[in-house]
């Protein structure tokens, strides 16, 4: 049974940082993504890693702010944010993916087993 377990959320001001960390245990995935929730919108990605050689990819609105990075003897991804936003506040969600495309993968569809969640405010 795969568990994803995030935690390091929080409530911070504009400008300020934050480290999300997602703990997994059970199978190991190839490919660990962070996704985020606003109120009434639709679930984005927000970054992915490899585990194998740790290629990166972000979604344009983080990019240069936020880095995802994992630690493999721990089984853990992290998510540092920084210079945050009042539209970075979300639920933050990890999920986990098999994919083997080249290409980094940043749909929902493409990840199989998610967390929790952990809620980011940044007030303004």
């Known amino acids: 049974q795969v568990q994803l377990v995030e935690s390091g959320g929080g409530l911070v001001q504009a400008g300020g940082s934050l480290r999300l960390s997602c703990a997994a245990s059970?199978?190991?995935?190839?490919?660990m993504g962070w996704f985020r929730q606003a109120p009434g919108k639709e679930r984005e990605f927000v970054a992915s890693?490899?585990?194998?050689?740790?290629?990166?990819y972000y979604a344009d609105s983080v990019k240069g702010r936020f880095t995802v990075s994992r630690d493999i003897a721990k089984n853990t991804v992290y998510l540092q944010m920084n210079s945050l936003r009042p539209e970075d506040t979300a639920v933050y969600y990890c999920?986990?993916?098999?994919?083997?495309?080249?290409?980094?993968?940043?749909?929902?569809?493409?990840?199989?087993?998610w967390g929790q969640g952990t809620q980011v405010t940044v007030s303004s």
């Open positions: 999920a986990g993916s098999f994919s083997v495309s080249p290409i980094l993968p940043s749909r929902r569809a493409d990840f199989r087993s």
């Open positions: 059970g199978r190991t995935y190839y490919v």
């Open positions: 890693i490899r585990w194998a050689g740790g290629s990166t």
